[in-house]
Structure formats: C-alpha cells, structure tokens
C-alpha cells in the first residue's frame, strides 16, 4: 500500500520550454502533497506544500510564478516548471500523505530528473 | 526552528557487521522522527518512524531505531549489515499538525564492503 508514482521519470528539454511533472498516489487519497527539490549528493529541499482544491504553500525563496502546482484531486498533483533554464536542472520529487492512515506521514513517489539544456 | 542533524555524511561497515546511524533533532515538542532510505536515482522509502509509545521502533529490512529524548537522539541500527543496504539514509523530523511537513537532514552515505 500507499505507492506513489511520478511522471515522466526524467526528462530533457531546451531552455525557455515548460514541463510537467505528475505526481499520483495510487492506492490512497493524498489529501495533502508535497514537493521537493534535490541537488546532487544534497538532502531534499521542500518547495512547496499543497492540498487538494487549494493554492499551493510556497517555501521561502521559491518562486511561485515559476513552479507551478496544481491539486486538482485526491490522486494527482502536478509541478510544471515553466520557462526552464539549466539551473532548474534538479531531480524532484514528491511526496503524499493518506488523510485516513495520518498526515504525518509522507510517502515519496520515485522522483524526477530534470535536465534543461 | 527544527533541525536535524546526522554527523556522518560516509560510513563504510563490512557486511554481516552490525551499523548505527546518528541522527539528533532539535524540536521544541514531542517530535514525529523517521528514518528513510534513498537508492542511487530513486526517491525515498519509509524505513520507519516513531510517534509515540514504546521508543524502541522496529522497521522494514531489520532496521530498527530508538528514541531518545534526553539525548535528542534516534539513531538507527541494523545488527547485521548487507551489501544491499547501500544507500543514502536520511533521517527527519515531522512538524505535529495536520499537514505535517518535514525537515531532512543531511543524509549519511553507507557504502558496505564485501
């Protein structure tokens, strides 16, 4: 149980394009999601917070015009990094938490890597 | 604000050794602490985690930890190490609320020589 997964696994685009990340969990209602962002050989910096039919809660420093994230459902959450440049390159993932087992726990989906060229 | 700390950033154990992986937090209440572990390229698995009640928390792959809240500690333990278990391992502190986020540390890298 609690499976969470992403899409795509990685993906490589050119600069100014957007991309879109999805996050499901698919065994279990996320009524909150979250997203991270992990440099290389670094531990995961949260981005931001988001629950299901509400605007997304932003960390400080991230900029919420250029990830963006939406919580359309109980199973998907999306991250579109719009006009991607090379120092958005990152792997991101995501996480879920099951409103019925406990919002304390995440569960990680297997991540993203993101490559701007 | 919370922190966690985990002092090892490399570890090398031989397998069938036994492991132990430090991890202190800083919290102004009664912490939600987890263990999880990271392949190369994957996101994360949930190892285990403690809410409350008996601080000696058993987990998934024989891993266990214990809380200790005079130390502000809860390290991680494994008494016989296998060459799978080489990963990156990270050990957070959960906010208490409803949407609980959750502070990572900076991991610790275990490399297990055969």
């Known amino acids: 149980g609690a499976v969470v997964s992403q899409h795509p696994s990685r993906v490589i685009c050119k600069s100014g394009t957007s991309v879109k990340i999805e996050c499901r969990s698919l065994?279990?209602?996320?009524?909150?999601m979250f997203w991270y962002r992990q440099f290389p050989k670094k531990s995961l910096m949260l981005m931001a917070t988001?629950?299901?039919?509400?605007?997304?809660?932003?960390e400080q420093g991230v900029e919420k015009d250029k990830f963006l994230i939406n919580h359309a459902s109980l199973t998907l959450s999306t991250l579109t990094v719009t006009s991607a440049h090379p120092e958005d390159s990152s792997f991101y993932i995501c996480?879920?938490?099951?409103?019925?087992?406990?919002?304390?726990?995440?569960?990680f989906g297997p991540g993203t890597r993101l490559l701007v060229l | 604000a919370q922190s966690v700390t985990q002092p090892d950033i490399h570890i090398t154990v031989s397998e069938g050794a036994s492991l132990e992986l430090r991890c202190n937090y800083s919290?102004?209440?009664?912490?939600?602490l987890f263990w999880y572990v990271q392949s190369p390229g994957q996101g994360l698995q949930l190892l285990l985690k403690?809410?409350?009640?008996?601080?000696l928390v058993q987990g998934i792959k024989g891993f266990e930890a214990e809380f200790k809240r005079s130390q502000s500690s809860f390290n991680l333990r494994k008494p016989s190490v296998h060459w799978s278990d080489a990963a990156e391992y990270f050990c957070?502190?959960?906010?208490?609320?409803?949407?609980?986020?959750?502070?990572f540390g900076t991991g610790t890298r275990l490399q297990v020589t055969l």
């Open positions: 996480s879920a938490s099951d409103a019925i087992v406990g919002a304390q726990t995440q569960y």
């Open positions: 065994d279990f209602q996320a009524t909150t």
């Open positions: 988001s629950n299901e039919g509400s605007k997304a809660t932003y």
């Open positions: 919290y102004g209440a009664t912490p939600y």
């Open positions: 403690y809410f409350s009640g008996d601080t």
């Open positions: 957070a502190v959960g906010h208490t609320g409803t949407a609980s986020k959750l502070t």
